[in-house]
Every structure is written in C-alpha cells, then in structure tokens.
C-alpha cells in the first residue's frame, strides 16, 4: 500500500515524529524516521514504518492536490 501524503504533510511527519502503517495506512505517532515493522495500533501488524525509512522504500507518494 503506497501512502499518499502532501508535502507539508511529510514535513509534518518528520518534525513530530509520524509513522504510517503499509497494511492499512493508519498514521502512527512516537516513530522513529527510520523505524521499521513497528506493531500498528489499529491492524495489529507490524508493518508501522517511519517517514525517512518510507522515502527510501519508495512507498510515498507525495501528491500536490491534497
């Protein structure tokens, strides 16, 4: 699951910290920019990743429109 964010929105993520789950797209807090297979608060999966590690992995979509 790619996760579509405005660019404000990553900026967002990197100052506080903001992870996002790549199984149901939740948004997780206290996530390290480089976490990975965190545990998802809403699905259970540990598929919580943050926001740097999401950048190099390709899974960010950053769309102006939002």
């Given at each position: 699951?790619?996760?579509?964010?405005?660019?404000?929105?990553?900026?967002?993520?990197?100052?506080?910290?903001?992870?996002?789950?790549?199984?149901?797209?939740?948004?997780?807090?206290?996530?390290?920019?480089?976490a990975?297979?965190y545990?998802?608060?809403?699905?259970?999966?540990?598929?919580?990743?943050?926001?740097?590690?999401?950048m190099?992995?390709?899974?960010?979509?950053?769309?102006?429109?939002?």
């Amino acid at each position: 699951m790619k996760i579509r964010l405005s660019e404000s929105d990553v900026r967002l993520a990197r100052e506080e910290y903001f992870g996002y789950c790549l199984s149901c797209g939740a948004e997780r807090d206290c996530t390290e920019p480089d976490a990975c297979n965190y545990p998802c608060e809403d699905c259970g999966e540990d598929s919580v990743f943050g926001i740097e590690e999401l950048m190099m992995m390709g899974e960010i979509i950053i769309d102006e429109r939002m």
